[in-house]
């Protein structure tokens, strides 16, 4: 079982936010997971400029650090996503990451994997980045069981529970990629989003050729 667990803080070993994502893969570690931690913002990925060529041949045209975490990500069994509140959503470095992954929305590329999120916040909007990110996770195909968002608040001893509420949470995640867990709701998501990626293929099936033959190959093509 391979977890891959990713902090989108750039606040380095200062980070409230990787305290919770390094206490969610300590959880699914004592479940017996394979745990890696990566932080993103160490990383050197660029902008998405929406050329598309990786629908049309499956690989990026910008040489840079993206292509190996993709890749790590892809054959990970259940991924974690960690970010403070930036202005109310993910800070930049998580979202330029989100933002060259269009091949793997399109493809549904995350069916079968199972995630989870955390996050932190000064003053408010934990929560909410918490359901941005378990959004992300299910946009992508995965199943989410759930998250720790934490509001500090200035108080530093308000991460100390957190803490223990993200090592659950790694639990559960190891737990629910053991026992193949299932969520009718998110079931449902996952068939309407197939439907609609379907659709999308289908009418760029002659410049798309990559995703085309992905969802052939994957015998979702009627």
Known sequence: MKIVAINGSPR??????????????????????????????????????????????????????????YQTMLESDGIVLGSPNYINSVTAQTKTLFDRMADAIHCQM??????CSVATAGGSGADEVVSYLNGVLQTLGANTVGGVGVVLGGDPETIVPAEGRAYELGRRLAEAIANKETYPEQERLHAMMLERMRALITANKDRWHHEYDYWKAAGRMS
């Open 110 to 115: 995350f069916i079968g994997k199972y995630g």
């Open 12 to 69: 380095g070993l200062r980070s409230q936010t990787l305290r919770l994502v390094r206490a969610v893969a300590d959880g699914a570690a004592s479940a017996g997971a394979d745990v890696e931690i990566v932080d993103v913002c160490k990383l050197q990925i660029e902008y998405c400029n929406g050329c598309l060529v990786c629908c049309e041949r499956g690989e990026c045209i910008k040489d840079d650090d993206f292509s190996g975490l």
